[in-house]
């Protein structure tokens, strides 16, 4: 795969095409298997939102800091996940009510490695996240509404001592797809991904929304250790940022849901996307 970022605008007016290939090669390369090491199952996350010409600014900058994932030959790799939520959309409207203990489930693709996951993530009232995962197979990813639905399995059993929600009312609510870089500082003590050419598809309306000029950059970290990259962050003027890929997805994707609370982020949105034209 060759790590190029074309970016359309709807209707195929061409905005960019940068090639971050070149960029990520002068990295260290960090194998998947010495990644294993740094798990950050329960870390405070981060989050930034900027452009792509910003994007790569900022990588030049972190290079001297920062090793690179390299996973089948490549350091862009592309994700793919399929959100689950209750008929009623439960979980978002937990997240747009801004309640502190929540949770999102949801299957992970990584398609560079051929891995899937069933994942529950678990945000505390403390702003910490864990994050409980189960292997599955193709066969499984397919399957595993069904399997929800009949309550039995690994993957309900799972579910069942995982999730607060009853799981055999789930429904599938959201899909996207985008590219990562993952970076990893020299301490191993922190993770650094960049989500570039982000896109959604509501499962419910329907409705597909494009946001390839966008840049989704999260820190994650245990505690409070030091951050080579917040000093390169603060120069380059780029502000934390709440960014849920699935509350604002679905956000965008469904304007009959309540939207107050992600408005101003949404506007905030929209801003940054100009920049990336040319």
Request: a positive charge; hydrophobic letters at 35%.
């Given at each position: 795969m060759v790590a190029r970022l074309t970016i359309f605008a709807p209707g195929g007016r061409f905005y960019q095409c940068m090639t971050l290939e070149p960029i990520i090669n002068q990295f260290q390369p960090i194998t998947l298997e010495e990644m294993s090491a740094i798990k950050?199952?329960?870390?405070?996350?981060?989050?930034?939102?900027?452009?792509?010409?910003?994007?790569?600014?900022?990588?030049?900058?972190?290079?001297?800091?920062?090793?690179?994932q390299q996973t089948a030959g490549t350091r862009l790799s592309p994700y793919r996940t399929l959100y689950f939520d209750t008929p009623g959309c439960d979980m978002y409207i937990a997240h747009q009510n801004g309640h502190l203990n929540r949770q999102k489930v949801r299957v992970r693709s990584y398609v560079s490695s051929g891995l899937h996951f069933l994942e529950v993530?678990?945000?505390?009232?403390?702003?910490?996240?864990?994050?409980k995962r189960v292997t599955l197979s193709v066969d499984d990813q397919?399957?595993?509404?069904?399997?929800?639905?009949?309550?039995?399995?690994?993957?309900?059993?799972?579910?069942?001592?995982?999730l607060r929600y009853d799981h055999t009312t789930l429904v599938p609510t959201l899909e996207n797809e985008f590219s990562r870089i993952t970076l990893v500082n020299r301490a191993c003590t922190e993770r650094l991904t960049i989500d570039t050419g982000l896109q959604f598809v509501n499962r419910v309306t329907c409705r597909r929304r494009e946001m390839t000029g966008l840049v989704i950059i999260e820190l994650k970290r245990d505690g409070l250790q030091p951050s080579p990259i917040l000093d390169l962050?603060?120069?380059?003027?780029?502000?934390?940022?709440?960014?849920?890929?699935?509350?604002?997805?679905?956000?965008?994707?469904?304007?009959?849901?309540?939207?107050?609370?992600?408005?101003?982020?949404m506007r905030s949105v929209e801003r940054i996307m100009p920049q990336c034209q040319q």
């Open positions: 950050l199952m329960n870390r405070t996350d981060t989050k930034f939102v900027t452009s792509v010409p910003v994007l790569a600014r900022l990588l030049e900058l972190a290079r001297p800091e920062y090793r690179a993530k678990t945000k505390d009232n403390h702003k910490r996240t864990h994050k397919q399957a595993w509404p069904a399997l929800v639905q009949a309550s039995q399995g690994d993957i309900s059993d799972f579910l069942t001592q995982r962050l603060r120069q380059l003027r780029i502000k934390p940022h709440g960014f849920s890929k699935y509350c604002m997805g679905m956000a965008f994707t469904d304007p009959r849901l309540k939207q107050n609370r992600f408005k101003e982020r």
